[in-house]
């Protein structure tokens, strides 16, 4: 490999997923993912715990990646991390390894936000994979986050709507607690809900205005719902989980596209991007590319790989920063809470 070839290390600790990718310009060399199984015994993540995970994992990981990247540290052009928004403790973990590798190294240090890094995985070169041209709409879904953003260049974002209480995220995890089902509910409810009829049971969708979202009504809606139904039929949930499960993803799914609609309308931008790990829920996949068809949109939906935390989108947003010599001090501080 030639000179012209910048290396990027990226490393993403957000949460209670330790990742490390390394990039060739903007091409996949690796991208390893540690996850953390001991928050499904307490319904959560444990910020304590993922930030002492962390520190266990994070040296093995960036090992892994570089290895398979079949590249040495010494070749590396600069190291990107999530400076935040996330766990304090976990983001801590990947600040104070990132610096301390860069400063050792004597290369640039690249601080990533990690809401920017979902929209911006969709420029990983993939092949077959068209990328969004500017300007284009980003729908980002997660636990922690649901916004629609406008999306200019690539550093030149604004967010146009967001959540006003519980991310969509969460709204599924809720719901999937109040039915009995594991952490993370996400996943079973989508697995369930395509058993399922997806008009078997009604839940008003709430009113909120402009282009933001609510979903904790709706969590309160599905709780009396179980509840009331309970009372009569004691079994009411097992004996129709599936319905349940479709109709509460079929109600979340309507109030993300109510608003893309309404986003597209007023902004005349009808490229739509989505990214997040919710953007893995097949439902929502469905439903984009319905739209696609029905009202002429461009839509672009990541691979499942870049949809969940991983250090490729915190390698590609170093690259892109890299490329305008956009560097961090080395006296940069990780935060909980990053704006876009």
Same mark, same amino acid.
């Given at each position: 490999?030639?000179?012209?070839?910048?290396?990027?290390?990226?490393?993403?600790?957000?949460?209670?997923?330790?990742?490390?990718?390394?990039?060739?310009? *903007?091409?996949?060399?690796?991208?390893i993912?540690?996850?953390?199984?001991i928050?499904? *015994? !307490?319904?959560?993540?444990?910020?304590?715990?993922?930030?002492?995970?962390?520190q266990?994992?994070?040296?093995?990981? =960036?090992?892994?990646?570089?290895?398979?990247?079949?590249?040495?540290?010494?070749?590396?052009?600069?190291?990107?991390?999530?400076?935040?928004?996330g766990?304090? +403790?976990?983001?801590?973990?990947?600040?104070?390894?990132?610096?301390?590798l860069?400063?050792?190294?004597?290369?640039?240090?690249?601080?990533?936000?990690?809401?920017?890094?979902?929209?911006?995985?969709?420029?990983?070169?993939?092949?077959?994979?068209?990328?969004?041209s500017?300007p284009?709409?980003a729908?980002?879904?997660? +636990?922690?986050?649901?916004?629609?953003?406008?999306?200019?260049?690539?550093?030149?974002?604004?967010?146009?709507?967001?959540?006003?209480?519980?991310?969509? $995220?969460?709204?599924?995890?809720?719901?999937?607690?109040?039915? $009995?089902?594991?952490?993370?509910? +996400?996943?079973?409810?989508?697995?369930?809900?395509?058993?399922?009829?997806?008009?078997?049971?009604?839940?008003?969708?709430?009113?909120?205005?402009?282009?933001?979202?609510?979903?904790?009504?709706?969590?309160?809606?599905?709780? !009396?719902?179980v509840? *009331?139904?309970?009372?009569? /039929?004691?079994?009411?949930?097992?004996?129709?989980?599936? *319905?349940?499960?479709?109709?509460i993803?079929?109600?979340?799914?309507?109030?993300?596209?109510?608003?893309?609609?309404?986003?597209?309308?007023?902004? $005349?931008?009808?490229?739509?991007?989505?990214g997040?790990?919710?953007?893995?829920?097949?439902?929502?996949?469905?439903?984009?590319?319905?739209?696609?068809?029905?009202f002429?949109?461009?839509?672009f939906?990541?691979?499942?790989?870049?949809?969940?935390? /991983?250090?490729?989108?915190?390698?590609?947003?170093?690259?892109?920063? !890299?490329?305008?010599?956009?560097?961090?001090?080395?006296? =940069?501080?990780?935060?909980a809470?990053?704006?876009?």
């Open positions: 490999m030639g000179r012209e070839n910048i290396f990027i290390l990226g490393i993403e600790s957000s949460c209670d997923d330790t990742s490390a990718a390394v990039l060739c310009n *903007d091409t996949i060399l690796s991208n993912v540690a996850n953390q199984k928050h499904s *015994d !307490y319904g959560g993540v444990v910020p304590e715990l993922a930030s002492r995970a962390h266990q994992n994070i040296v093995p990981v =960036v090992d892994q990646a570089l290895k398979k990247a079949r590249i040495t540290k010494e070749q590396l052009s600069a190291i990107a991390f999530t400076r935040g928004p766990l304090m +403790g976990s983001l801590l973990v990947g600040t104070s390894f990132a610096k301390s860069a400063y050792g190294l004597n290369i640039p240090l690249i601080d990533v936000n990690h809401m920017q890094a979902h929209i911006l995985a969709h420029f990983i070169d993939e092949d077959n994979y068209k990328k969004p500017f284009f709409l729908l980002t879904i997660s +636990g922690g986050h649901t916004q629609i953003v406008k999306v200019k260049d690539f550093f030149d974002m604004e967010v146009i709507g967001e959540t006003i209480d519980d991310a969509v $995220g969460e709204a599924f995890d809720k719901s999937g607690k109040i039915l $009995g089902l594991g952490y993370p509910a +996400g996943p079973q409810i989508d697995k369930l809900a395509q058993l399922g009829n997806p008009k078997a049971y009604r839940f008003t969708k709430p009113k909120v205005k402009d282009l933001n979202f609510s979903f904790s009504g709706l969590k309160t809606a599905i709780l !009396y719902f509840q *009331d139904e309970t009372k009569a /039929n004691p079994n009411f949930v097992k004996e129709n989980l599936n *319905d349940i499960c479709a109709s993803q079929y109600t979340i799914i309507g109030i993300l596209m109510d608003k893309l609609k309404i986003a597209v309308k007023q902004t $005349g931008i009808n490229h739509i991007a989505i997040g790990g919710v953007s893995a829920n097949s439902g929502i996949r469905k439903a984009l590319k319905n739209a696609e068809h029905k002429g949109w461009s839509t939906i990541p691979k499942f790989e870049y949809t969940t935390d /991983n250090a490729a989108m915190i390698a590609i947003v170093g690259y892109l920063k !890299y490329l305008n010599q956009d560097f961090s001090d080395f006296d =940069v501080m990780a935060t809470r990053l704006k876009i």
